[in-house]
């Protein structure tokens, strides 16, 4: 119920009704609309059910009964509308004074030549127009029009005589043509909508709609609420690209309640656009409190009111990233849902994931690295180590309800791609609402404009590299020739896992070509390739990636290492490749599977929880090597290239993820360096060439046990392999969750670690949205590609070495 105080001084009249008519309304609408009567309480109304109001029709001495109050008490000042629903009367009374009745009659109420009746315990004590006169062509007739009691207040007395003195006439036909009170020549001098909220009981602060917990405490109970809109989010008004179906509501400064656990903001939820408000607006909302997916809101909106437009916000809450720990070590932005927030310190980007679907990023206090690049796995130290990541990391959210939308629409992003904005730009002072939707707390941009990130990370330039040889590692992030459409296979029976298109198939070998020209390699080691080395077989793909690279360049410039069988890994979609400069002689090749395994020490298969280490499902994918000579000179290198089972999936004993921060398959991975170690030590090329590099995808951390076996003699004394860069903890070349680390390595050993003159990580890959690679899912929007610019060309960047033989 929305009940309208006017505040009056009163005045001690003995003798007096509790409650008066004071006026009445044929409405212009359809169907007479809005049709209703109004009253008023000249005093406190302890239970209105005594009252009835009641029409004379067309001259009738005796009234009818229209409605009875239900046993509400009202305080002294108050206006109460009562409206017909015929013919859609609420909804007319709604659209023409913006604002829902009081209470609502089925009954026929007076037709403007009709008189009312006011009756108390069945006995009459007020009226508008003369009982048992038909209002026709008397000059109280108010047909199409109104009628007033003038001079209204606590002192007003009820009259069973009409006196036309005491009232205000529209005249017949006053209202033709009106749509809205405001626009009309003839205004009702309409009471509601404008309450007192600081004296009026029945306004309830918003803050204790939401309450001190984690939901409302007032789930399913109709409140009215009353603040500034800080926030517009409705569909269907003249902002596009804020549409969640509602608005956000603050309470004024003035009436916050000061208790750090209660917001003082709140969504509305108005799907059908009942009253279009504008940021700065206030407002008055009757509706149910509950709770939608966890975001506390008012819903089932029966009125909203504009009582003011262009007032100064409310205060912006301030809060500061990381937040302090809680409610042990789980993180609480719950006092600030639904209010307008500012998040005091700079923030970076470390997410852009879900940019191109949903148009959301996430941003940090800084950046952070995963937790085993730093640190050995460790369950307390990772758990503290995520409630750290979690209390310093917010999503940055466009407010729009619906997927795939044009990235340009998140405020901050009007610009791009034609200006980068990659992981690692900063935004400082960041605000917006607060939103929680699908388990995150969101901030989201108010108006455009307000939202700029400064670049922090500029895009770099395709490194330089010292040395004589040089050599480039990739993960081409699956690059099939076989294509992903229908139920199409490749050649050794697996489903295809890269573009699904020919059209995307061109983008990524655009792309793709672009990257390997810029970096200019003497070697490249490629990573995620279809699993199909038979020369001329159209699921070669990296012999068709090999021709593409020769039509870009000088014909003859590359070739490609043939494994010498079709099928580098055993029954994977994916292998490992090699192509190389036609100035670069391959001397000998060799593959790592779980037969070579067995007859190097059968104990590794043994140690494994299935067996098997290289070949079958969810295991590593069998190492390639070859050793590689420079034409002319007796310069030579072997490489073993390589794809360690990743960290998804569900392992089981000691591949079980032990929740350290190494994730799944650990022991798959350590064991699959073990076997790589033992083999390189048996020359597998057979070229005895003393210079060996590993290299590839190892899906591990800097910290975690297999990057360790292969470099750390503090973990294994006999490790023979050193990493190139120096503070190895820092580096990286892949994001996952919003944190960095390496993923993707060159190790040397002592032979050729003096020979390496440089080395180079090119941040091309992981730091940008994965909405500029080749894909088109999810209707993204083909102008985002550029395919002479590296940028996306994959999910991990590449790692490049200089090697100088003669230094």
Not at 727 to 737: C, K, L, R, T
Request: with cysteine.
């Amino acid at each position: 119920m929305m009940l309208f105080i006017l505040f009056l001084f009163n005045l001690a009249v003995s003798n007096k009704a509790e409650l008066i008519l004071t006026g009445a309304m044929d409405g212009p609408l359809f169907g007479g609309n809005p049709k209703f009567v109004e009253l008023f309480a000249t005093t406190n109304v302890a239970d209105l059910s005594s009252y009835t109001v009641a029409v004379g029709y067309n001259g009738a001495s005796t009234g009818t009964a229209v409605y009875t109050f239900p046993a509400d008490s009202v305080p002294q000042g108050t206006y109460i509308y009562v409206a017909a629903t015929a013919n859609n009367g609420e909804a007319g009374f709604s659209s023409y004074f913006s604002c829902t009745p009081d209470y609502l009659t089925s009954a026929s109420l007076g037709n403007g030549d009709d008189a009312y009746l006011l009756r108390k315990n069945g006995v009459v004590i007020d009226t508008i127009g003369k009982i048992g006169v038909d209002g026709t062509g008397q000059t109280w007739e108010y047909l199409d029009g109104w009628i007033k009691r003038k001079n209204v207040s606590t002192a007003s007395t009820p009259s069973v005589t009409f006196n036309q003195a005491e009232w205000t006439v529209s005249g017949k036909n006053a209202l033709d043509g009106c749509t809205t009170n405001t626009l009309c020549n003839s205004i009702y001098d309409f009471k509601g909508c404008a309450p007192n909220v600081g004296s009026d009981p029945d306004i309830t602060l918003i803050s204790a709609v939401q309450g001190s917990g984690a939901s409302t405490p007032l789930n399913g109970v109709v409140v009215t609420i009353q603040g500034i809109v800080v926030g517009d989010f409705q569909d269907g008004d003249s902002d596009i690209k804020r549409n969640l179906a509602g608005f956000f509501v603050q309470e004024e400064d003035a009436d916050a309640d000061n208790d750090p656990l209660t917001s003082e903001g709140v969504f509305v939820y108005d799907p059908t656009l009942l009253t279009d408000v504008s940021v700065g607006d206030e407002v008055i909302v009757v509706g149910t409190a509950g709770e939608a997916f966890g975001n506390t809101q008012i819903s089932d909106v029966s009125s909203i009111t504009v009582v003011s437009s262009g007032n100064p916000l409310p205060t912006a809450a301030t809060i500061t990233l990381p937040l302090a720990a809680s409610n042990g070590n789980n993180p609480d932005l719950e006092p600030f849902e639904g209010m307008l927030v500012t998040v005091s310190n700079k923030l970076v980007i470390t997410e852009m994931f879900q940019l191109d679907r949903f148009n959301e990023i996430k941003l940090a206090s800084e950046r952070f690295y995963q937790y085993t690049q730093q640190n050995v796995p460790n369950t307390q130290g990772y758990a503290d180590y995520l409630d750290l990541v979690d209390r310093s990391t917010i999503t940055y959210d466009d407010g729009l309800a619906t997927q795939n939308n044009d990235i340009r629409l998140l405020d901050g992003f009007q610009n791009w791609p034609v200006t980068p904005i990659r992981m690692g730009d900063s935004v400082t002072s960041l605000t917006g609402v607060l939103y929680y939707s699908f388990s995150l707390y969101r901030l989201i941009s108010t108006a455009d404009g307000t939202v700029s990130f400064v670049s922090e990370n500029p895009r770099p330039l395709a490194p330089a590299l010292n040395g004589d040889l040089k050599i480039a590692t990739l993960n081409v992030l699956n690059f099939f020739t076989t294509l992903d459409i229908g139920t199409a296979k490749t050649s050794n029976g697996n489903d295809p896992r890269g573009a699904d298109s020919q059209t995307e198939f061109d983008r990524q070998l655009e792309k793709l070509v672009t990257t390997l020209l810029e970096m200019d390699a003497d070697i490249f080691a490629l990573i995620e390739i279809e699993n199909d080395f038979l020369p001329g077989s159209p699921g070669n793909a990296l012999e068709f990636l090999t021709d593409a690279l020769n039509s870009a360049t000088a014909s003859g410039t590359y070739d490609w290492v043939d494994p010498g069988q079709q099928y580098v890994d055993s029954s994977d979609a994916i292998s490992n490749g090699f192509i190389q400069k036609t100035s670069i002689m391959v001397d000998g090749v060799a593959i790592l599977n779980d037969a070579v395994v067995e007859s190097l020490d059968g104990n590794l298969l043994n140690q494994d929880s299935s067996g098997t280490l290289f070949d079958g499902p969810s295991t590593n994918r069998a190492s390639l090597a070859a050793t590689f000579t420079i034409i002319g000179s007796a310069n030579c290198i072997t490489i073993a290239n390589n794809h360690f089972k990743s960290k998804g999936g569900t392992g089981t004993g000691a591949d079980a993820d032990q929740n350290d921060g190494a994730a799944s398959f650990n022991n798959r991975r350590l064991l699959a360096a073990k076997a790589l170690d033992q083999w390189l030590d048996t020359d597998p090329t057979g070229s005895a060439c003393e210079n060996i590099a590993i290299v590839g995808d190892l899906n591990s951390y800097a910290k975690e046990d297999p990057v360790r076996y292969l470099t750390d003699t503090t973990f294994n004394p006999n490790a023979k392999f050193r990493e190139i860069f120096v503070n190895p903890e820092i580096q990286y070349s892949y994001v996952f969750d919003g944190m960095i680390g390496t993923l993707d390595y060159v190790f040397v050993n002592a032979a050729l670690a003096p020979l390496v003159v440089d080395a180079k990580k090119w941040h091309i890959n992981e730091d940008e949205p994965d909405a500029l690679d080749y894909n088109l899912d999810f209707g993204r929007l083909a102008t985002y590609f550029d395919g002479s610019n590296a940028a996306r060309n994959s999910d991990h960047s590449p790692v490049l070495i200089g090697i100088d033989f003669t230094p």
